[in-house]
């Protein structure tokens, strides 16, 4: 199995978009990029715009060649209606996404109906996610049962992913925001898989959205996870690389992966790579140069 982040917080953009070869197929996971539209008081920098089409670029030339897309749940990181991304990539492909009916809130319900739409005169298949298993030769697609967007409901619902090809497995948490409650650990925990992909405590957050009981239940569980990982790589990235000191508010989680020979690195650092999470230095950028950068969109979904 080979496994490439291809756009992540650590890589400049909002994203998890990941892509998964095994010998069977090709697999794309979230296949989107966005950018936080206001960041210190500030609308993205003409950088971080200009990173964006760099990596939407990527995630299109993998979408192209992907065999079966999945999708998550419905925000604009992690699917992408035609946006930046054309929906003729889909075609041929076999699309497993989040049910767009059930465990949905309204405006993710909204932008699934537009979604499908949009991409049914070009894919082979839609098939609904939610709690399914697919197989494909030796290689098994497993679905969690939708968990809720971080610490409740209000931000809808998202699917966790676990690809098993029979030698190898990698388990994508989606928009976990930790994870920080039973149920999102409890799909992690049965499967046990040899590489896991999570979006981290919304630590950026804390004390606004996210409380220190809220991260402490989350160090807890990583620590779980991390005492029955198959595998020794853990990558921690998305939401918690938004948060500049975000190595200091979880050094208990790095410092007991260190005692059990468990790597916890970002998507940059997984391909050998330096960290830039352009969106944290959005301040910095414009003090450099004020240059607002401008997202042309292909629609207005």
């Not at 590489?195 to 996210?210: E, Q």
């Given at each position: 199995m080979k496994i490439r982040p291809l756009a992540f917080d650590s890589l400049g953009v909002r994203s998890q978009s990941t892509f998964i070869q095994t010998r069977d197929l090709n697999i794309h996971i979230d296949p989107a990029v966005?950018?936080?539209p206001r960041r210190f008081g500030l609308p993205?920098?003409?950088?971080?715009?200009?990173?964006?089409?760099?990596?939407?670029?990527?995630?299109?030339?993998?979408?192209?060649?992907?065999?079966?897309?999945?999708?998550?749940?419905?925000?604009?990181?992690?699917?992408?209606?035609?946006?930046?991304?054309?929906?003729?990539?889909?075609?041929?492909?076999?699309?497993?996404?989040?049910?767009?009916?059930?465990?949905i809130n309204v405006s993710q319900k909204i932008r699934a109906?537009?979604?499908?739409?949009?991409?049914?005169?070009?894919?082979?298949?839609?098939?609904?996610?939610?709690?399914?298993?697919?197989?494909?030769?030796e290689t098994k697609i497993y679905f969690s049962e939708p968990v809720p967007h971080g610490i409740d409901d209000k931000l809808?619902?998202?699917?966790?992913?676990?690809?098993?090809?029979?030698?190898?497995?990698?388990?994508?948490?989606?928009?976990?925001?930790?994870p920080v409650l039973k149920e999102q650990t409890s799909f992690i925990l049965k499967h046990r898989p040899d590489?896991?992909?999570?979006?981290?405590?919304?630590?950026?957050?804390?004390?606004?959205?996210?409380s220190v009981k809220d991260?402490?239940?989350?160090?807890?569980?990583?620590?779980?996870?991390?005492?029955?990982?198959?595998?020794?790589?853990?990558?921690?990235?998305?939401?918690?690389?938004?948060?500049?000191?975000?190595?200091?508010?979880?050094?208990?989680?790095?410092?007991?992966?260190?005692?059990?020979?468990?790597s916890v690195l970002s998507a940059a650092e997984f391909l050998g790579k330096q960290v830039d999470v352009l969106?944290?230095?959005r301040r910095e950028l414009y003090e450099k140069e004020y240059a607002p950068g401008k997202i042309l969109f292909r629609n207005n979904a």
């Open positions: 966005a950018l936080a993205p920098h003409r950088i971080e715009v200009e990173r964006l089409y760099e990596l939407a670029s990527i995630v299109e030339e993998h979408l192209r060649d992907s065999d079966v897309v999945i999708i998550t749940h419905y925000h604009y990181d992690h699917h992408d209606p035609g946006r930046i991304i054309p929906v003729e990539n889909y075609k041929g492909k076999i699309v497993i996404l989040k049910n767009p009916l059930e465990k109906s537009r979604f499908i739409k949009r991409i049914s005169s070009y894919a082979q298949k839609v098939e609904i996610a939610d709690s399914k298993k697919y197989v494909f030769g809808g619902y998202v699917v966790e992913v676990l690809i098993d090809d029979g030698e190898e497995s990698v388990l994508y948490t989606s928009d976990v925001e930790g590489l896991l992909i999570v979006d981290g405590p919304l630590t950026y957050m804390l004390g606004y959205r996210f991260l402490n239940v989350s160090i807890k569980y990583l620590k779980n996870i991390i005492d029955v990982m198959t595998g020794k790589v853990v990558i921690l990235d998305h939401h918690v690389l938004r948060d500049r000191d975000y190595k200091e508010k979880l050094s208990e989680v790095y410092s007991y992966a260190k005692a059990r020979k468990v969106e944290v230095k």
